[in-house]
């Protein structure tokens, strides 16, 4: 079986702080690991994906095999960030509860 | 580009009667389709892949007469929920693919409220 965990419902930062949305799961074979966004009235989108290691609107996301996780990070946030957030696992997306992300002026 | 887009945005019905939604890909051609279900405050739910032209896959506990999924062509997906009972309320996504990008374009969403 496989399962994303994302064990933080809300995250409530200022602008320019550092952001961090935890993401962990469980998978027995090679996971491709995936984080989606979902901005307010907008649908969910693809945000970025382990295998492409690129970095998105500053956002970057290692994955960590030992650790079993796929952390997205953000040095300093900016209030556009403010969204919902979903980590997902494998092609048949297995997701995460998500996260909001609140940035505050 | 890849635009997938669902019809209605919103539909309320009575308890016993059917509803069907669209799900199409505006500007590409969908090889697979996914179904989802999203109830409040929780996370997106598989509950289907499609592929054009063949029968979708259903997840467990999935109900596949109740949740009839047809992709007849390779830009659209219908998702009909079968006499539909107040417990079916729910938010309904769709995503879409094309062959060869594992990337999932998702439409905006469907709420059904059943009365």
């Known amino acids: 079986a496989q399962r994303v965990t994302q064990p933080e419902k809300l995250l409530s930062v200022f602008k320019g702080a550092p952001v961090e949305l935890k993401c962990n799961y469980s998978?027995?074979?090679?996971?491709?690991l995936f984080w989606y966004v979902q901005y307010s009235r907008q649908r969910l989108q693809l945000l970025l994906r382990?295998?492409s290691r690129e970095s998105i609107k500053g956002f970057t996301a290692d994955l960590n095999k030992g650790e079993t996780s796929f952390h997205l990070k953000k040095p300093f946030a900016q209030e556009e960030d403010s969204a919902m957030y979903y980590c997902?696992?494998?092609?048949?997306?297995?997701f995460g509860k998500g996260i909001t992300l609140s940035v505050r002026p | 580009g890849a635009v997938v887009s669902q019809h209605p945005s919103w539909v309320i019905c009575k308890s016993g009667t059917s509803v069907k939604i669209e799900c199409r890909s505006l500007?590409?051609?969908?090889?697979?389709m996914f179904w989802y279900r999203q109830f409040p405050k929780q996370s997106l739910m598989l509950m289907a892949t499609?592929?054009?032209?063949?029968?979708?896959?259903?997840e467990q506990g999935v109900e596949k007469d109740k949740f009839l999924i047809n992709h007849a062509s390779l830009t659209l997906s219908t998702l009909t929920v079968t006499s539909a009972h107040p417990e079916d309320s729910s938010f309904y996504i769709c995503?879409?693919?094309?062959?060869?990008?594992?990337?999932?374009?998702f439409g905006p969403g469907t709420r059904l409220l059943v009365l």
């Open positions: 995503s879409a693919e094309t062959s060869g990008v594992e990337t999932q374009y």
């Open positions: 998978y027995s074979g090679s996971p491709e």
């Open positions: 382990h295998i």
């Open positions: 997902a696992l494998n092609s048949k997306l297995t």
């Open positions: 500007d590409f051609q969908a090889t697979t």
């Open positions: 499609s592929n054009e032209g063949s029968k979708a896959t259903y």
